[in-house]
């Protein structure tokens, strides 16, 4: 039995789609949002992450799982170990993690620490594991322009690797299809080229029909003007934002790698290709 979490969701949702076939079940926080498979689904099951006994009981008979990781939060590191021990609990023999390209303890982007988190409660677990690490999506990097079409940040002359979402979704089809031959295995899914905030703005609004600029600010600047536009964001928000530019401008992610051909047999997407959908 396969279980999907993830799957109301950007990427979820066409991994879902895509492996109907195979009878998914399905976990999720609002059943209303969930795919329609009809006579393909596995079932439905509210299963926040945080919630053991409800985890648990979802996961019961399922051999092999998809976990997204959750949305950003102080408590997501608690959340994803509540959610593995539970898997382990259950009986899960193999889960596919989605995590992130730099995920380290020591990350410059702050959230690749939980991600990092995550990947040593699976490898504790004694579950089998495969562990897809996505860089930034290219789709979401246009978002990070403000309502003048100005994407302002700490990044310097730094570049990001930025990946299409459809390709990880592509790339988690065809681990889930074959998972035997992906055990152990951690993959790094980039784009196919590490592009600086100028070319992203540049082919970005190219694309969107939108003029788009990057303006490169200190790390000082860039915490006080958000502090100023969100003034009940926690200070792990805070430090997430920032990080994102800081880890552009460090070098964390600029490698390309070829996990998306090896995985899917198609080329990374590039951003234009990205942003067409």
């Known amino acids: 039995m396969l279980a999907l979490t993830g799957s109301t969701g950007a990427l979820g949702g066409p991994v879902a789609h895509a492996l109907a076939d195979l009878r998914p079940r399905l976990l999720v926080r609002d059943p209303a949002r969930a795919p329609q498979l009809g006579e393909q689904s596995g079932g439905v099951h509210v299963t926040p992450y945080d919630d053991a006994a409800a985890a648990t009981a979802a996961l019961e008979g399922v051999d092999l799982l ?57 490898r504790e677990s004694g579950m089998d594991f495969t562990i897809l690490r996505d860089a930034f999506y290219a789709d979401v990097l246009p978002l990070f322009a403000d309502a003048s079409g100005a994407i302002r940040g700490p990044a310097g002359h730094g570049s990001v690797a930025a990946v299409a979402r459809a390709d990880v979704a592509d790339a988690a089809v065809a681990v889930l299809r074959d998972p035997r031959a992906h055990l152990g295995a951690t993959y790094t899914l980039t784009g196919p080229e ?82 067409a959908g």
């Open 66 to 122: 998809f976990m997204v990781s959750a949305a950003e939060s102080e408590h997501r590191r608690r959340e994803h170990r509540t959610f593995v021990e539970a898997a382990a609990r259950a009986g899960v023999r193999h889960v596919v993690y989605t995590s992130f390209s730099g995920a380290a303890a020591d990350a410059t982007f702050t959230l690749g620490r939980d991600h990092h988190d995550t990947e040593v409660a699976i």
């Open 194 to 275: 590490a592009l600086t905030l100028d070319e992203v703005a540049d082919r970005a609004g190219a694309v969107l029909g939108r003029p788009l600029r990057y303006e490169p600010e200190s790390v000082e600047e860039a915490y006080a003007a958000r502090r100023a536009a969100y003034p009940d964001a926690g200070e792990w928000q805070l430090d997430a934002w920032v990080s994102t530019y800081v880890a552009i401008a460090d070098g964390s992610c600029a490698a390309v790698t070829d996990d998306v051909r090896r995985l899917t047999g198609h080329p990374a997407r590039t951003l234009e290709q990205a942003l």
